[in-house]
């Protein structure tokens, strides 16, 4: 039996389920970020199986257009994650990755969502360049750079735009409100 996982965006998400899913004594054969395969006879455990999802933070997704949208968060985080930007234009990116139309992709998402895909991927860099920020090793416009921004003034107009605050009084500050990527929508 395989079941797709919304929320599983890292490594310790996939951690967690494997010893969630070993106390309860319900064998896996893989987990990977957003799926997870099952060993036979697990379908007689669905409601401990979904029990220990949503006990973490995690979803049993069964709606193809749920699967759709969950798979595009999925692709985004982790590349963010990896490389701090794409490194293909995020249609092109996402047609290959999810072998769909980038229209049906974008329509599904914002149906879903209530956000374009391009304003949510901008959210998720402004959460990278926070963490950035907070590590202290680069200057802004090595932030920039890294995230694959053309200059430094439009990074710190869109983050200004979507927190409130220049980049600066951001590090100024201390108190850093980073939100986990699974709860950006």
């Not at 049906?104 to 998720?124: C, G, M, Q």
Request: aromatic letters at 8%; one cysteine or more; hydrophobic letters at 40%.
């Amino acid at each position: 039996m395989i079941i797709k996982v919304k929320n599983m965006v890292c490594d310790r998400c996939k951690t967690v389920l494997i010893n969630e899913f070993s106390n309860a004594s319900i064998s896996t054969e893989k987990i990977a970020l957003g799926e997870i395969v099952f060993s036979e006879g697990a379908e007689k455990k669905i409601d401990a199986i979904r029990k220990i999802l949503t006990g973490n933070g995690f979803e049993m997704i069964d709606e193809p257009e749920a699967l759709l949208v969950a798979d595009v968060k999925m692709n985004l985080q982790q590349e963010i994650q990896k490389y701090g930007a794409l490194r293909d234009t995020l249609s092109n990116f996402l047609t290959k990755k999810l072998n769909k139309d980038y229209s049906i992709i974008s329509k599904s998402f914002s149906r879903n969502e209530e956000i374009t895909i391009e304003k949510y991927f901008i959210k998720l860099k402004v959460e990278k360049v926070k963490e950035l920020i907070q590590m202290k090793n680069n200057t802004f416009s090595e932030i920039a750079y890294e995230l694959n921004y053309k200059n430094s003034s439009h990074l710190a107009k869109q983050f200004k735009s979507i927190t409130g605050m220049s980049m600066t009084d951001y590090r100024n500050i201390e108190n850093w409100n980073r939100k986990p990527l699974d709860k950006i929508v």
